[in-house]
């Protein structure tokens, strides 16, 4: 049996390249409505992009708290200078609950 969910947790990771772009532009919109408030964070956010070969997203079940969450999100954000930052989303149903935004260091 532990080897059937460890074959099926390998399964549920859904690699870079099969990623759904508009997924990750989605986790980015609703990152930047929330910061709509901080316009410095809202400029940044503005000037990025999704480096949409750097997106993965694993598929799980599981609970943060009360919280069903279905989907975790990371991607590499990208401005005219490069890595602007890393971007961590999770999801249910494939709506946005939660979006972290780590800048570039």
Same mark, same amino acid.
């Given at each position: 049996?532990?080897?059937?969910?460890?074959?099926?947790?390998?399964?549920?990771?859904?690699?870079?390249?099969?990623?759904?772009?508009?997924?990750?532009?989605?986790?980015?919109?609703?990152?930047?409505?929330?910061?709509?408030?901080?316009?410095? =964070?809202?400029?940044? &956010?503005? /000037?990025?992009?999704? @480096?949409? $070969?750097? !997106?993965?997203?694993?598929?799980?079940?599981?609970?943060?708290?009360?919280?069903? =969450?279905?989907?975790? &999100?990371? /991607?590499?954000?990208? @401005?005219? $200078?490069? !890595?602007?930052?890393?971007?961590?989303?999770?999801?249910?149903?494939?709506?946005?609950?939660?979006?972290?935004?780590?800048?570039?260091?």
């Amino acid at each position: 049996m532990k080897h059937i969910t460890a074959l099926l947790t390998l399964c549920l990771c859904t690699p870079a390249w099969a990623a759904t772009p508009s997924l990750a532009r989605r986790c980015l919109d609703y990152g930047k409505a929330q910061m709509a408030q901080n316009r410095d =964070v809202l400029a940044r &956010l503005n /000037a990025s992009r999704i @480096d949409e $070969q750097d !997106v993965e997203i694993n598929r799980y079940d599981g609970y943060v708290g009360r919280q069903p =969450v279905a989907t975790e &999100l990371r /991607a590499a954000l990208r @401005d005219k $200078q490069g !890595v602007s930052g890393k971007l961590l989303c999770l999801l249910n149903d494939d709506t946005p609950l939660y979006v972290y935004i780590e800048p570039r260091a």
